[in-house]
């Protein structure tokens, strides 16, 4: 798929021409002829070019893209406990939880416009993938890819959004301006069917062609399947779908946790579905986004002392700033490998130097507040090749999208809430196969009680899935948004500093921690995004 993925740019062009409603239908001659379909790299290229969506090439994401795209699964993270966007209370991100959530919320347009153009493409594409002259085999795979990514949306807007229209054909402008919602449930019915049928036309994972990364698999749908039932809260149905998975063997989780996350190790049986980018053709600017300012970066991507304080010591008891295990002076002694792996503090080697932003540290420097750089003491270390000299707007690391480690969670998660009965075993089979790992091996859990395993398990997913786009969903179809999206946001603790940052209330920190903002997380009324006020201008139907 990457070596292609340069060549569809223009395909992409075509198909990102919508001039009313996003539901409208692409202008047949903005896109192809008939003679379009009669040629199977064509095919190819325009079914290239649904994966690739809305992404921008070789550009700077300073909103969401696409909910693959770096712009929005990693800035996803920006509402949640985990992390925070430094544009501060202007971030839109920041708007969905701070209590100030609005129909003009110009990220979440962003979402729905590029779920909706997508669903559109899909659907033109399914439509005429029936004149493809080829063999059987191969347009029922184009089919099942089409129709899986089309699915992979409906799931996206029926989470965050609710009711939606359920669109499975191509509408005329006419059509599209008077479309109804589509009840949430029904939603859910109709992409659990999907995912089902398309997955039986999918090769197993360990069947994809080398130059075929990044296309849709067996064990792609059955995860998004898998999320589906989660969601709908049908957990008998939920582990099956994971069952599956785990029963091909064709994923593992690989021992090296932090190169999963990294251009040398991609490839790795552990992400199952990932977007591809391509460096200096089809790149991401994630590191200019993401690096410290003296490594040529914005600081964009800041995380919050919640995630910091979610791991624990090495050996497995809970974090406390009172325990004689924590060292202020290095965050990351005596605690959880994947802390290091995932988050660059005060004092943490980075990049061939120590990274500074201590308050008390010199002006011009990467001092936290001082401007363009941390405002909480932490960046994300997570998905930054340190050895990295290129471009930093066309980074070729990829994003994974559905982990192994998230299959193997799921699951437990799927048992547990069903009210099986919890064994060894199966934590062994699962959640310890994640601690397990090589880089990580922390202790294997033991506890089989239902009510003292889910928030051991719960906190676990955070911390393994940490800044992969993941929480908010989590925190969401948990219900338990309103009680920890509310209240102060704090940073890294430096005490005993000179400079501090005391809360509205004047107060600073007894940990030292720097006092960011706050969120205000609305009760019902935040667990629903509302519908963009430009739709429903359009349409009276989806108010």
């Known amino acids: 798929?990457?070596?292609?993925?340069?060549?569809?740019?223009?395909?992409?062009?075509?198909?990102?021409?919508?001039?009313?409603?996003?539901?409208?239908?692409?202008?047949?001659?903005?896109?192809?002829?008939?003679?379009?379909?009669?040629?199977?790299?064509?095919?190819?290229?325009?079914?290239?070019?649904?994966?690739?969506?809305?992404?921008?090439?070789?550009?700077?994401?300073?909103?969401?893209?696409?909910?693959?795209?770096?712009?929005?699964?990693?800035?996803?993270?920006?509402?949640?406990?985990?992390?925070?966007?430094?544009?501060?209370?202007?971030?839109?991100?920041?708007?969905?939880?701070?209590?100030?959530?609005?129909?003009?919320?110009?990220?979440?347009?962003?979402?729905w416009s590029n779920s909706y153009s997508k669903i559109t493409r899909c659907n033109y594409f399914l439509e005429g993938i029936d004149n493809l002259n080829s063999a059987p085999e191969i347009v029922a795979r184009f089919k099942a890819e089409a129709r899986f990514l089309r699915a992979t949306q409906y799931f996206y807007l029926s989470q965050f959004f609710g009711d939606v229209p359920l669109v499975t054909k191509v509408l005329t402008r006419d059509e599209a301006n008077i479309v109804e919602k589509t009840f949430q449930r029904d939603i859910l019915s109709f992409i659990t069917h999907e995912f089902k049928e398309v997955a039986a036309d999918l090769p197993r994972f360990k069947d994809l062609k080398s130059d075929e990364a990044g296309r849709a698999s067996k064990q792609a749908a059955l995860a998004f399947l898998g999320r589906t039932l989660l969601a709908a809260k049908e957990y008998p149905e939920a582990a099956k779908a994971y069952e599956e998975i785990i029963s091909y063997g064709d994923n593992k989780i690989d021992p090296d946790y932090q190169s999963i996350f990294l251009q040398s190790n991609e490839r790795s049986s552990e992400n199952i579905f990932s977007m591809q980018y391509l460096q200096d053709m089809a790149g991401s600017a994630l590191p200019q986004h993401a690096f410290s300012r003296t490594e040529g970066g914005w600081c964009l991507i800041n995380i919050t002392a919640d995630l910091f304080e979610a791991y624990p010591f090495k050996d497995g008891t809970p974090f406390s700033y009172d325990s004689p295990l924590y060292n202020p002076d290095n965050l990351g002694e005596n605690r959880d490998p994947r802390l290091d792996y995932t988050i660059l503090y005060n004092g943490a080697p980075f990049r061939g130097g120590i990274y500074n932003c201590h308050p008390d540290s010199e002006l011009g420097s990467d001092r936290i507040g001082s401007g363009q750089t941390t405002q909480t003491g932490f960046l994300m270390r997570k998905y930054m090749d340190e050895t990295y000299t290129g471009n930093v707007l066309s980074y070729g690391g990829d994003l994974p999208i559905i982990r192994y480690a998230e299959v193997l969670l799921s699951y437990l998660e799927a048992k547990l809430e069903a009210g099986e009965a919890i064994s060894q075993s199966l934590l062994d089979a699962t959640i310890n196969q994640i601690r397990g790992r090589a880089s990580v091996n922390?202790?294997?859990?033991?506890?089989?009680?239902?009510?003292?395993?889910?928030?051991?398990?719960?906190?676990?997913?955070?911390?393994?899935?940490?800044?992969?786009?993941?929480?908010?969903?989590?925190?969401?179809?948990?219900?338990?948004?309103?009680?920890?999206?509310?209240?102060?946001?704090?940073?890294?603790?430096?005490?005993?500093?000179?400079?501090?940052?005391?809360?509205?209330?004047?107060?600073?920190?007894?940990?030292?921690?720097?006092?960011?903002?706050?969120?205000?997380?609305?009760?019902?009324?935040?667990?629903?995004?509302?519908?963009?006020?430009?739709?429903?201008?359009?349409?009276?139907?989806?108010?």
């Not at 692409?26 to 994966?51: I, V």
């Not at 889910?454 to 997913?461: D, G, K, T, Y």
């Not at 430096?494 to 009760?523: L, M």
């Open 442 to 543: 922390m202790p294997p859990v033991t506890e089989t009680n239902p009510d003292r395993l889910r928030p051991i398990l719960r906190n676990e997913r955070r911390i393994e899935l940490a800044m992969e786009g993941i929480r908010y969903w989590d925190l969401l179809r948990w219900g338990i948004a309103h009680e920890v999206l509310k209240g102060d946001i704090y940073g890294a603790p430096f005490p005993g500093s000179i400079r501090t940052s005391p809360n509205k209330n004047g107060e600073v920190d007894k940990y030292g921690r720097w006092y960011v903002n706050t969120r205000a997380f609305r009760n019902n009324q935040d667990y629903r995004w509302p519908i963009p006020q430009s739709e429903q201008d359009i349409n009276p139907n989806l108010r």
């Open 1 to 111: 798929m990457k070596r292609i993925q340069y060549i569809i740019l223009h395909v992409i062009a075509v198909f990102s021409l919508l001039t009313s409603c996003d539901l409208e239908r692409n202008p047949l001659d903005k896109y192809a002829e008939n003679a379009f379909w009669t040629d199977e790299e064509n095919a190819q290229l325009a079914l290239t070019g649904l994966y690739r969506g809305s992404i921008s090439f070789n550009a700077a994401e300073y909103s969401p893209g696409d909910w693959w795209s770096y712009g929005g699964l990693l800035f996803f993270e920006f509402p949640t406990d985990n992390a925070y966007d430094r544009r501060g209370s202007s971030s839109n991100f920041h708007k969905m939880t701070d209590g100030t959530l609005m129909p003009n919320n110009a990220f979440i347009k962003n979402y």
